[in-house]
């Protein structure tokens, strides 16, 4: 698979964390994220931890192995839920956010989903106005899949629209009918789901601005409470990466792609959606995704699945990349984190300038090692000093927000 894991130290095999780590378990929100590496097929600009079925061999009726079999799969990650009771102690702590993602999490039956859910319910409890969100392809779900899942607790769906132009589905490698999508949104709503959520793509090679205009006319007409819009990222090792260095396709243009963003960042506006993060817009407050948000902040949460990443009180760990791998540790009764790393101050200091930028609550000036730097971009018109009630803060203008990863840079010394 083209995704890679970072380097770090060996993790212990009973998942042990650092007596720093678990210093101040419960002053801080915890969220779950369930990773499920599952889907039909692989899209060709994807370079996430995800296997077809083809890539796994068979399944386990057909003698394959139980740890890439999906009808096992809620076992192994409800046996980390517990695991993570076990490292975490008796502290109470209710789980604010628990987010599925893949891969497709509505490949699996919507009974295991809500297993999962369950487990992590038993174990630490949820809070009550939990916010519990899977992915989903518009084709991978039906009216009774969906009421399953809001039966059981699921507050929140994030439908993978991407575009709504054939051709452009086309070079993404998306199967599924954009007519779909509003018939998956209208399911959604029918079954009690209370929020939904639609992710967009923008920048495709052979994507023209009427294209884009029309994805996100067609994505307004259904009405989301929030909408995700990313640029299209030619990632090494990916199948769309080969077909850019064969010439087949052109590399997304940088000029192109701050015009859409501009186009959608107008768009939404216009029809009520405001920005909360540099790539993210919601109705509301109370829209927005707050496992997210959770990431953004510094939080805690507890990864599971393959691959998965966790962060706890400043100590972060990764478990072990392939399905096989992960279930193979989980059926020893053994940590599936491969390595891990304690950060320091500074690494967290400069995650936080990283991170808290892109939100529209800005970044505490005193969060700055050197707050004299936000001259340059202050200067620049990217960014501006906004003297809120809780003590000054840098916030990116509109222009900022294209160029984000440059403030960031400017703020280091």
């Known amino acids: 698979m083209p995704s890679t894991l970072p380097d770090g130290d060996l993790a212990p095999a009973s998942g042990e964390l ?4 678990l210093a101040g378990l419960g002053t801080r929100p915890l969220g779950f994220y369930v990773h499920v590496p599952f889907c039909t097929v692989r899209c060709g600009y994807c370079d996430f931890n995800t296997y077809t079925a083809l890539e796994l061999g068979p399944s386990v009726a057909a003698g394959g192995h139980p740890g890439a079999s999906r009808q096992t799969y809620a076992e192994a990650a409800i ?3 517990r695991l993570a009771r076990r490292v975490l102690g008796d502290a109470d702590v209710p789980v604010s956010t628990v987010f599925f993602g893949g891969g497709t999490p509505t490949l699996l039956p919507s009974r295991d989903l809500v297993a999962i859910v369950g487990a992590i319910r038993d174990e630490f409890g949820l809070a009550a106005d939990a916010e519990v969100t899977t992915e989903a392809n518009p084709d991978s779900v039906t009216p009774a899949s969906l009421a399953e899942l809001a039966a059981g607790g699921f507050t929140r769906v994030s439908f993978g629209m991407q575009s709504a132009v054939p051709h452009v589905l086309a070079v993404l490698d998306r199967t599924h009918d954009p007519a779909g999508v509003p018939l998956a949104v209208a399911a959604a709503r029918d079954a009690g ?4 959520s639609l992710d967009l793509i923008y920048g495709t090679p052979g994507e023209s601005r009427e294209d884009w205009t029309r994805s996100l006319d067609a994505a307004l007409a259904c009405a989301p409470d929030h909408v995700s819009a ?4 030619v990632e090494d090792g990916t199948a769309l990466a080969r077909r850019v260095r064969r010439g087949e396709l052109p590399m997304p243009d940088e000029d192109d792609v701050a015009d859409k963003y501009a186009m959608a960042d107008e768009a939404l506006r216009a029809a009520g959606l405001e920005w909360y993060e540099v790539s993210n817009w ?11 948000v959770l990431y953004w902040t510094g939080a805690d949460w507890w990864g599971v699945g393959p691959g998965a990443h ?10 072990v990349k392939h399905p096989v791998a ?4 989980i059926a020893a009764g053994a940590s599936p984190a491969a390595a ?5 101050p500074a690494d967290r200091q400069v995650e936080r300038i990283l991170l808290e930028l892109r939100l529209s609550t800005g970044l505490p000036l005193s969060a700055l090692p050197e707050p004299s730097l936000v001259a340059g971009p202050v200067e620049a018109g990217l960014a501006y000093v906004d003297p809120a009630p809780d003590g000054p803060r840098l916030k990116l203008t509109d222009p900022g927000r294209l160029l984000a990863d440059g403030v960031v840079r400017d703020l280091l010394p």
């Open 340 to 344: 891990r790393e304690v950060l320091t």
């Open 18 to 21: 650092p007596a720093s780590a």
């Open 193 to 196: 789901i209370a929020q939904v």
């Open 230 to 233: 990313y640029s299209l990222i």
């Open 282 to 292: 919601s109705t509301s407050a109370q829209t927005r995704c707050r496992h997210n």
């Open 79 to 81: 046996a980390e839920v």
């Open 310 to 319: 966790s962060h706890v009180g400043g100590t972060r760990w990764w478990n």
């Open 326 to 329: 992960y279930a193979d540790r």
